[in-house]
T-cell receptor
Framework: EAGVAQSPRYKIIEKRQSVAFWCNPISGHATLYWYQQILGQGPKLLIQFQNNGVVDDSQLPKDRFSAERLKGVDSTLKIQPAKLEDSAVYLC???????????FGPGTRLTVL | GENVEQHPSTLSVQEGDSAVIKCTYSDSASNYFPWYKQELGKRPQLIIDIRSNVGEKKDQRIAVTLNKTAKHFSLHITETQPEDSAVYFCAATPVNTGFQKLVFGTGTRLLVSP
């Protein structure tokens, strides 16, 4: 089966610019996660969707980050405006349901200059 | 909330040796503990997991042990091979009513030398 797809793979922007990342989960997976992985650290959960509803966004910096999964399949994560400390790899993951194994995408490496 | 600590941060072994990575967690409600392997520039992949109703789980050369009383769990890799070289992350979460919220450790970089 096809894995989790993400685009773009790399993005370089200047601070205060905006950026968007796209994720396509494994077909049939109801749960979708966005993680931020700063260099040298483990992934940190930003937001979790179940179908098109938000399950947990307690660690999402809502003043600058937003995410949506309007039709319960693909998802986008946006940062506006970006800060230097947002430089990280943004990983999308999906699972069959809320308690299932999480499968990760290849990630988007964001560099904010 | 949950906090996961992982040690060591780097581990170098000779091919054929065993490697052990240890994690401690803070939330006694956590009952699911997966381990992920992340090769350089690639996505994390689940290699083994354990739930709190068992103390040990083994899959070929890898095993995980869990001590709920002490709130720590460990990854054991025997007969290490160069292709085991990667960063390994532990994670913990309570799974309540089917909901999981993984908290990851900071990772261990394992280097297996031929």
């Amino acid at each position: 089966e096809a894995g989790v797809a993400q685009s773009p793979r790399y993005k370089i922007i200047e601070k205060r610019q905006s950026v968007a990342f796209w994720c396509n989960p494994i077909s049939g997976h109801a749960t979708l996660y966005w993680y931020q992985q700063i260099l040298g650290q483990g992934p940190k959960l930003l937001i979790q969707f179940q179908n098109n509803g938000v399950v947990d966004d307690s660690q999402l910096p809502k003043d600058r980050f937003s995410a949506e999964r309007l039709k319960g399949v693909d998802s986008t994560l946006k940062i506006q405006p970006a800060k230097l400390e947002d430089s990280a790899v943004y990983l999308c993951a999906s699972s069959l349901d809320l308690s299932g194994e999480q499968f990760f995408g290849p990630g988007t490496r964001l560099t904010v200059l | 909330g949950e906090n996961v600590e992982q040690h060591p941060s780097t581990l170098s072994v000779q091919e054929g040796d065993s490697a052990v990575i240890k994690c401690t967690y803070s939330d006694s409600a956590s009952n699911y503990f997966p381990w992920y392997k992340q090769e350089l520039g690639k996505r994390p992949q689940l290699i083994i997991d354990i739930r709190s109703n068992v103390g040990e789980k083994k899959d070929q050369r890898i095993a995980v042990t869990l001590n709920k009383t002490a709130k720590h769990f460990s990854l054991h890799i025997t007969e290490t091979q160069p292709e085991d070289s990667a960063v390994y992350f532990c994670a913990a979460t309570p799974v309540n009513t089917g909901f999981q919220k993984l908290v990851f450790g900071t990772g261990t970089r394992l280097l297996v030398s031929p």
